[in-house]
């Protein structure tokens, strides 16, 4: 874990749970180490991201409820635009605008990215911001992906706070269609 991880997320309720669970010595390292903060993506991230095709975003509602919400697309529709700034073109869907409405109240967001087959999680904190596809058409062009059919409502903007790869203990693989198709093809072959 990173400082600049551990500074959001260890709050002083999770402090002292880390301290009554007796973990909290292995984590005090953290609030003193200025060297590996973790708030900019490296080129490690950066090249796992591209590859994605999908990830999990958590948002919080003004009431207080958390909601996490599926977000997918072709390999890459998450755009790292530098290394602490993501964004993705946001389509219509549903039409619930729960993700959307909640960031209207606080822009405090987490992200999941799984790699189910390699038994891979990196998950990101930060800020997101919604950028109207009228306001700001150059940075939706940006962020869409030519060729998906979709219409894009606006670009999803996420300043990165802090990021963080986690322990691979508990990831079941799982793999996609063409994962197994490629598996069966080198098996046939």
Known sequence: MSRAFSDIAFTPAVRAMQSRQGSRNQYARLDRDEVDRRDALTQAEIEYIGTRDSFYL?????????????????????????????????????????????????????????????????????????????????LVERVQDPGYGARVERAVVIQVEAWDWNCPQHITPRYTRDEIAAAVAAMDD
């Open 58 to 138: 958590a948002t919080v509602s003004e009431t207080g409820w958390p909601y996490v919400q599926h977000k997918g697309g072709p390999p890459g529709f998450l755009k790292v635009i530098e290394p602490r700034l993501l964004g993705y073109a946001d389509y219509r869907g549903n039409v619930q605008y729960v993700s959307d409405g909640n960031l209207a109240g606080n822009d405090r967001v987490s992200l999941i990215l799984m790699d189910y087959p390699n038994a891979r999680r990196l998950k990101i904190l930060g800020r997101a911001r919604l950028v109207d596809a009228s306001s700001d058409p150059a």
